[in-house]
């Protein structure tokens, strides 16, 4: 979606460095969320924030850390903790938390491991 | 916590055939969402079903939502090539969280 921008679309990381996936939206929207998707696989939520300044662990939290200083700004970190890192990342947006909104989902990064 | 399962995984259809995918929960839902993604994409919403039994149409696909709100259909009738993609049934959770399938993945022969 053009009102979702994730950043860079290929990423590499060596072992035992973190990395910082951004996202950017300029939908106005107060919900923001990170998901994980393997090959061949669904998606599997990580964190999500409801409003500025508060963010909730999904269900395979460990190993990643985000924050949500601005509305528009979500952005994922991938710690050397997380093993398996190798996957495809996406974050999304909706209008509203607590509503029946559907998510809007920027194109993804894609991280490997070198 | 919510699980959900949906079938086939793959479906291999021959252009202009008709074929269905299920979305099955082992919970009764609120809602319904659909999603679809192409290749190499990003997930985009297609549908909501809330009321029991709800039927919506966009061109050539029909969602149901089952009269006991655990179970959604996605059928679509004459696939073209365009339908190629994965679709996702996802169910709305405390938060706005969604749960996803595993999805399934469409393959259609021209």
């Known amino acids: 979606d053009g009102g979702i921008t994730q950043s860079p679309k290929y990423l590499f990381r060596k072992e035992g460095q973190n990395v910082t996936l951004s996202c950017e939206q300029n939908?106005?929207?107060?919900?923001m969320y990170w998901y994980r998707q393997d090959p061949g696989q669904g998606l599997r939520l990580i964190y999500y924030s409801q409003i500025v300044n508060d963010f909730q662990k999904g269900d395979i939290a460990e190993g990643y850390s985000v924050s949500r200083e601005k509305k528009e700004s979500f952005p994922l970190t991938v710690t050397s903790a997380q093993k398996n890192p190798t996957a495809f990342y996406l974050c999304a947006s909706s209008q509203t938390a607590g509503s029946n909104q559907p998510q809007h989902f920027g194109d993804g990064t894609r991280l490997s491991i070198l | 916590g919510q699980q959900v399962m949906q079938i086939p995984q793959y479906q291999h259809v021959q252009e202009g055939e008709d074929f269905t995918t299920y979305c099955n929960s082992s919970?009764?839902?609120?809602?319904i969402q659909w999603y679809k993604q192409r290749p190499g994409g990003h997930p985009v919403f297609l549908i909501q079903l809330v009321k029991s039994g709800e039927v919506k149409k966009q061109k050539r696909l029909t969602f149901q939502f089952g009269e006991a709100k655990k179970n959604s259909s996605l059928h679509i009738t004459a696939t073209q090539t365009t339908d190629v993609g994965t679709y996702f049934c996802a169910l709305q959770a405390a938060g706005n969280k969604l749960t996803f399938g595993g999805g399934t993945r469409v393959l259609v022969k021209p």
């Open positions: 939908l106005n929207h107060d919900a």
């Open positions: 919970t009764t839902l609120s809602n």
